[in-house]
């Protein structure tokens, strides 16, 4: 089952986000992220569950952001999560709302993206 969740904030609508938050616009995640159609992804990622049962599935650009930034710095699972932890340009590229001190996810679970 799938169910799509509202968008992250948009910062490239909302200068104040980085005044704020700290993010720097021009940071290599951020101009990333802003370079890929997450909408367009989600969308049909969400076509793939055709069930209404079952645990909801996880966004879209979680798991998919995850993977590119394992692949980008070639980390193993386990480091790819332990620096998506500590650094909150990681955290806003996979979509999370705001920083976290805990792992958005466990290890484990990339065998499954």
Aim: hydrophobic share 40%; glycine share 6%; charged share 20%.
């Amino acid at each position: 089952m799938y169910r799509p969740e509202s968008e992250q904030i948009s910062v490239f609508e909302n200068e104040s986000f980085f005044q704020f938050q700290g993010l720097n616009p021009n940071n290599d995640w951020v101009r990333l992220a802003k370079l890929i159609p997450w909408a367009e992804l989600e969308r049909r990622y969400a076509q793939t569950f055709t069930s209404k049962l079952g645990n909801v599935g996880t966004p879209a650009r979680m798991p998919l952001g995850a993977l590119i930034i394992k692949e980008r710095y070639g980390f193993s699972d386990e480091d790819t999560v332990q620096e998506i932890r500590m650094n909150p340009y990681l955290q806003f590229f996979i979509g999370l709302p705001a920083f976290q001190h805990e792992a958005p996810f466990d290890a484990s679970t990339m065998t499954l993206f």
